[in-house]
């Protein structure tokens, strides 16, 4: 009896926490749209490189990403990979949607933007700026660095938590 009670004392806090949580004003999370994390692995040519960055819309609505523009390539265009009978290909996209509340993950393999006909090289510890035009939030700008090819496996893997 006296086990019982004491494990019901120690959930007790955790109850509170969650309904802390639920009961939040700001169901909206951080309450703004934010992009994190833009990369790009030193690409091994001029042709091409192709960005990754997340997308986190901690707002209550839903927003659309229409375009992505940078000083660094002739074109920007958002890509996306999948897998089609077995040959691994890539299509343009005209947008993606980033519902309320949402991260959208951009990364080779999946959904990237590719940069194409760069006019500067890029190395590692570069950086650059780089602009997300969305259709609710607006233009944003971050600053993409520029990292060894690989580097950043780890570091996603880590992110899904
Ligand atoms: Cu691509």
């Not at 509170?16 to 169901?27: A, E, F, I, R, T």
């Not at 060894?148 to 570091?155: E, I, L, N, Q, Y």
Request: hydrophobic residues 40%; glycine residues 10%; charged residues 20%.
């Amino acid at each position: 009896m006296f086990r019982r009670s004491s494990v019901l004392l120690l959930l007790l806090p955790v109850v509170v926490l969650l309904v802390g949580c639920g009961s939040s004003d700001s169901k909206a999370g951080s309450g703004r749209l934010a992009v994190e994390q833009a990369t790009v692995d030193r690409p091994v040519s001029q042709a091409q490189a192709a960005l990754r960055f997340v997308i986190d819309n901690g707002t209550g609505t839903d927003d659309t990403l229409e375009s992505v523009t940078t000083d660094v390539a002739g074109s920007s265009t958002i890509h996306e990979s999948a897998l089609s009978g077995g040959m691994a290909t890539m299509k343009a996209r005209d947008s993606v949607a980033v519902p309320a509340g949402s991260k959208v993950t951009f990364a080779p393999g999946g959904l990237h933007v590719m940069l194409e006909d760069l006019r500067r090289p890029l190395e590692v510890g570069d950086t650059f700026d780089v602009t997300l035009h969305f259709a609710r939030a607006g233009s944003v700008t971050v600053t993409a660095k520029v990292v060894s090819p690989g580097a950043m496996t780890d570091d996603q893997e880590h992110d899904h938590g």
